[in-house]
């Protein structure tokens, strides 16, 4: 991606290949144009099958497109994605020799090619021999568990794999436990745990990757075509020409480049770097220390996959496993964005006074001129809200989208989708979800041991009881579970990419929540928001890592400056969860009801940002801040008496921070009249 705005400084805005590569969960292989041809040929063969698929579904039924689709992306992995890291580098965008794939890849992907395939040999037998497999069956289920397992190393770590491991294992000796433990079941041999992961509707070919090859491709797809039309060039421009001169002026900028470019992109990660490389000079030059500027575009691009309209990929999978439209979901983070922004917009008008910010020229160009030029690009976001609001399913919808952007492409010659452009668009569609797909289908073992053995209903058990064992109280027995399940989330975000962890969590610890009277959506939601924030949690905080390479800013306060930008998203969750009133921050309720716990949150939202930024009208002292921490805390339980406590506290300490300015103003007086 090319953007329009210089960024000066000496800073490198990376191409666009490079991009792509940072997209992904891992970095891949930079291979050899004949080759990289090749496997661009191939992905987009992929993508026309994929959109094809939705007006034209096979008639044999979805587990048999999730058979193709996993043989077509599969192999593809292995080839792409190497088997060993190279050494790190501090520059993720630094220049490196090609690095294609050995003879061993190249026999893994046949393989994996193969036993992809082996199913669709027979089909209709494969699947009634569910319960009595063959030797056949069983070895080729082994042999793609492996070559699975591999993948997932490959793009995401090891953290998964060996995740999967252990729940094999517990599947395979869990019958040897004591019959007294909750953890203990029946047991199963290899070949029912085989045919579990490959012939069922829960393993392999679940809901996991069915979202994947279903929705997931197709908003990677839609998300490449909005990019290469240069889509992602105006949201930046716009954004740089929304704010003009003032101090507040270029935090604002990345703030709302990050939402929009976020659209594009579709990941946190990649959207705070390629912002990052654009507004890192203009931050500078208007008094930003690299360690609060990265923390502000770690959070700003987080945000994007936060909020509607495209959320992130576990938005997909929620709406599976509830079995409600994506719309709904979309409409269940409206508040909670509008929160998550408000934090982020009062840290920045802090932080412009506490590091004496200046103004700087952002952009001379006019936003409105370039709305009017360039807004078509806004088109098609609304084809696919629009095309849901009137039932049509979202695969569907975004297919509308993506025919919609390719005819306003024609509108800029510079970006318009004839032959290469195209072929490169539908190419990166299904690259940049090889790494998500092979993360779906490994966290398939996770939810078919689950299933299979009853273990998420045993662990909440154990979690539930675990409060329990503390208190009686039914309150503190459920803030208790929520706290221990949001750090259970935010561990095992901090291992495993967001998709996966959102899966493994929504199996295991939802149905805790769900045990002490916490709706479905609420748990849900709940764990999705603290998956997503493993990205900018220390003490790995991928996010914030990549954008301190950027500023230039030491690694740990920056992961500390993003943590205290998105403070808010981090608290606001258990509003949902502790009360009933909080399902209103969800968009479900009465019109009033959202009203008035929206204002409530913001003002806890507010005394967050004194307690972080350390600012009301003057600096804080510890008193004010003292007094902001239980006020964000009642405010959040959203029951009349809390609020009215943290109300007045929080009145306390801003009476407190004026008198103090008063008296200092009052001070300055002296001493220029004296």
């Not at 021999?129 to 080729?140: E, I, K, Y």
């Not at 029912?192 to 069922?200: E, K, L, V, Y």
């Not at 921050?585 to 929206?598: E, I, K, N, R, Y």
Request: proline content about 5%; overall charge neutral; aromatic content about 12%.
């Amino acid at each position: 991606m090319t953007v329009g705005v210089g960024t000066g400084g000496g800073a490198t805005v990376p191409s666009e290949e490079e991009l792509a590569e940072y997209e992904q969960e891992r970095p891949a292989r930079r291979l050899r144009p004949a080759l990289d041809l090749l496997i661009s040929v191939w992905c987009a063969i992929v993508s026309v099958g994929v959109l094809v698929q939705v007006f034209a579904p096979l008639p044999q039924g979805t587990q048999f497109y999730l058979v193709i689709f996993l043989a077509a992306v599969l192999p593809i992995t292995l080839l792409c994605y190497r088997g060993w890291k190279v050494p790190a580098v501090v520059n993720p965008f630094r220049a490196r020799a090609h690095d294609d794939p050995g003879l061993a890849d190249w026999v893994l992907a046949l393989v994996a090619l193969a036993v992809c395939v082996y199913p669709l040999l027979d089909f209709d037998g494969y699947l009634e021999r569910r319960q009595a497999p063959s030797a056949m069956d069983v070895v080729a289920g082994a042999v793609l568990l492996v070559l699975l397992l591999e993948a997932c190393r490959r793009t995401t770590g090891w953290v998964l794999p060996v995740f999967s491991l252990v729940f094999i294992a517990y599947a395979y000796y869990g019958g040897y436990l004591p019959y007294t433990w909750s953890l203990a079941h029946q047991g199963f041999n290899f070949d029912a745990i085989i045919a579990q992961f490959t012939m069922g509707t829960v393993g392999f070919y679940g809901t996991p990757l069915n979202v994947a090859a279903s929705y997931i491709v197709l908003f990677t797809i839609y998300g490449a075509v909005l990019d290469y039309s240069g889509a992602g060039k105006f949201f930046i421009d716009l954004s740089f020409a929304a704010f003009r001169r003032s101090r507040t002026a270029p935090g604002r900028t990345v703030t709302l480049a990050g939402f929009l470019l976020g659209s594009v992109s579709g990941s946190g990660t990649a959207t705070a770097v390629s912002l990052g490389t654009v507004s890192w000079p203009i931050l500078r030059r208007a008094g930003y220390p690299p360690e609060p500027a990265g923390g502000m575009l770690a959070a700003s691009g987080i945000g994007a996959i936060l909020s509607p309209p495209t959320l992130g990929a576990a938005a997909f999978i929620i709406a599976e496993f509830l079995q409600v439209s994506y719309l709904k979901v979309l409409g269940f983070a409206v508040i909670p964005t509008i929160l998550y922004y408000l934090g982020i917009l009062l840290a920045i008008e802090i932080d412009a006074r506490k590091h004496g910010t200046t103004s700087t020229e952002v952009s001379d160009r006019s936003a409105w001129r370039l709305f009017l030029r360039f807004g078509y690009h806004f088109l098609s976001l609304f084809v696919i809200i629009g095309f849901m609001a009137v039932d049509v399913p979202p695969f569907k919808a975004v297919v509308y989208a993506v025919i919609v952007q390719f005819g306003l492409s024609f509108l800029d010659r510079e970006h318009r989708l004839t032959g290469r452009p195209l072929f490169k668009a539908l190419a990166q569609g299904t690259r940049s979800v090889l790494p998500v797909a092979a993360t779906c289908a490994t966290a398939g073992v996770i939810v078919a041991v689950t299933t299979q053995t009853g273990l998420g209903l045993n662990l909440a058990e154990i979690i539930v009881n675990a409060a329990r064992g503390l208190t009686d109280n039914h309150t503190a027995v459920l803030i208790l579970t929520v706290v221990l399940s949001a750090f259970a989330v935010l561990i095992l975000g901090l291992a495993v990419p967001v998709t996966a962890s959102f899966i493994i969590a929504a199996v295991i610890i939802s149905p805790a929540l769900v045990n002490l009277g916490v709706t479905q959506p609420e748990a849900y939601m709940f764990i999705f928001y603290y998956a997503v924030l493993s990205e900018v949690s220390p003490p790995t905080a991928l996010a914030a890592v990549a954008t301190a390479a950027i500023t230039g800013g030491k690694v740990m306060p920056t992961m500390w400056q993003a943590w205290k930008y998105t403070l808010p998203a981090f608290l606001v969750p258990f509003a949902f969860v502790l009360t009933d009133n909080g399902a209103h921050l969800l968009g479900q309720g009465s019109f009033a009801g959202m009203v008035w716990t929206t204002l409530v949150s913001m003002l806890a939202v507010a005394a967050l940002a004194v307690v972080t930024g350390g600012w009301v009208f003057v600096r804080t002292t510890w008193i004010e801040r003292a007094f902001c921490v239980p006020a964000a805390a009642l405010l959040l339980y959203l029951a009349p008496v809390t609020i009215t406590a943290g109300i007045c506290l929080l009145l306390v300490a801003v009476v407190i921070n004026l008198v103090r300015r008063q008296r200092q103003a009052a001070a300055e007086e002296g001493t220029v009249a004296s």
